[in-house]
């Protein structure tokens, strides 16, 4: 077994996970990032993490589903032995629809994914880490919590949720020596932006852009950077935050 810290992130083939999974591999964590479909995207990871000289393993769970998510922590804990840190960025929406349009298990699949998927993920590494007294948690919200943006209700009301999640569980768990914090990107290059701004349509698309602050987009590698940073020890005094990583936030 690897004497590195072990670090799973979920939803690690592609976009932001994948960004997440090489910066950790950067400080030398050993990664395991889980995927749903895309095998071959997650064996591209991995290839790439070790190809830099970093450690890599995928696996493959849907982390929506209880039984899935439980065996993907188990998977990973059997086959390094630990899981210090936990990156729960896996997610999904379903952009431009309304609330009283949303199909009901639409509404049941987005929260599954996104607010029990960790959830569950969590209970399962809590005890490890709570036996060693030390572990870093990191949720991925997003800026909408700030936005609360008609056409997102369950992917807002998921990553809200989160949050608060975020916050009671850093005051539960602090004593027995666990950090707990949120990332939460703005507009960031990823599947996901291409579909809300298809979503929207191109003008309204570029006017969302546009108002960005920074005026940008963001790139998947800025959103790692912050996952990196906080759970490093230059961060050993930060837990409980929600670290907005927007360009100033968007206003459209």
């Given at each position: ?12 083939s ?18 395991a ?14 290839a ?24 993907l ?13 936990l990156v ?24 599954r994914?996104n ?5 569950h993920?969590?209970?399962?590494v ?6 060693r ?44 020596g ?15 932006l ?29 959103i ?6 906080l759970?490093?020890?230059a ?18």
């Amino acid at each position: 077994m690897s004497e590195k810290r072990i670090a799973l992130v979920t939803g690690g083939s592609r976009g932001i996970g994948r960004a997440i999974a090489e910066a950790l591999a950067r400080t030398g964590l050993s990664v395991a990032l889980s995927y749903r479909e895309r095998q071959d995207e997650a064996q591209s990871a991995v290839a790439h993490i070790t190809g830099m000289g970093g450690e890599a393993s995928a696996f493959r769970a849907d982390v929506g589903d209880f039984a899935q998510a439980r065996a993907l922590a188990q998977a990973v804990m059997d086959a390094h032995g630990r899981i210090d840190v936990l990156v729960n960025n896996a997610g999904v929406h379903l952009p431009g629809v309304k609330l009283g349009d949303i199909p009901a298990q639409e509404w049941e699949r987005i929260l599954r994914v996104n607010l029990s998927g960790p959830f569950h993920l969590i209970q399962a590494v809590l005890p490890g880490m709570r036996e060693r007294r030390a572990g870093h948690i990191v949720n991925l919200s997003s800026n909408v919590t700030n936005r609360m943006p008609a056409g997102y209700g369950a992917y807002t009301v998921s990553k809200s949720a989160l949050e608060a999640l975020t916050r009671i569980l850093a005051k539960e768990e602090g004593a027995n020596g666990i950090r707990v914090n949120a990332v939460a990107p703005g507009p960031i290059r990823t599947e996901m932006l291409r579909e809300a701004l298809d979503a929207m349509g191109n003008e309204r698309a570029d006017a969302f852009v546009r108002s960005v602050p920074l005026g940008r987009a963001g790139a998947p590698e800025e959103i790692a950077a912050a996952v990196a940073f906080l759970v490093s020890d230059a961060a050993s005094y930060i837990t409980g935050q929600v670290l907005y990583v927007n360009g100033g936030g968007p206003g459209g």
